[in-house]
C-alpha cells in the first residue's frame, strides 16, 4: 500500500518552469525504489494523458511526444519522492498532473497498469 501527494503546480505565464513533487509513504518501509513512477495529467473535458514514467529496475526514463525535451523526471529513493520538472510551459499543459506507482513496473504509458495514484495537483499556464 502506497499513498502518494503531488504538490508544486500553480498558475504561471508561458515560458514559465515548474517542478511538481510527490511524495510516497508506505505501509512497507524502502519499498519506494520497488515502484516505477509515473506522471499523468487530465485537462478538462480529456482523458487522463500519459506525461512520463521511470521503471523501477534501472531508471529508464520515458516521455510523451508532447513533452519530450521539456519535462524531466527525477526521482529521490532516500526521501521517497519523484518530481516532475517543467519547463517552457505552454498553455496546452494546462491539466490537473497525477502520480502513480506501479510496483515492479517497466514505466508503461497504461494508466491502468498503475497501482496507487496521488490526489492530483493543479497546473495552469497562462498565454
Known amino acids: 500500500q502506497v499513498q502518494l501527494v503531488e504538490s508544486g503546480g500553480g498558475l504561471v505565464q508561458a515560458g514559465a518552469s515548474l517542478r511538481l513533487s510527490c511524495v510516497a509513504s508506505?505501509?512497507?518501509?524502502?519499498?519506494?525504489?520497488?515502484?516505477?513512477m509515473g506522471w499523468f495529467r487530465q485537462a478538462p473535458g480529456k482523458e487522463r494523458e500519459f506525461v512520463g514514467a521511470q521503471s523501477w529496475i534501472d531508471s529508464t526514463t520515458y516521455y510523451s511526444n508532447s513533452v519530450k525535451g521539456r519535462f524531466t523526471i527525477s526521482r529521490d529513493n532516500a526521501k521517497n519522492t519523484v518530481y516532475l520538472q517543467m519547463n517552457g510551459l505552454k498553455s496546452e499543459d494546462t491539466a490537473a498532473y497525477y502520480c502513480?506507482?506501479?510496483?515492479?513496473?517497466?514505466?508503461?504509458?497504461?494508466?491502468?497498469?498503475?497501482?496507487?495514484w496521488g490526489q492530483g495537483t493543479q497546473v495552469t499556464v497562462s498565454s
Open positions: 502513480a506507482a506501479d510496483w515492479h513496473g517497466s514505466g508503461t504509458p497504461l494508466a491502468s497498469e498503475y497501482d496507487f
Open positions: 508506505e505501509r512497507t518501509p524502502n519499498t519506494f525504489n520497488t515502484y516505477a
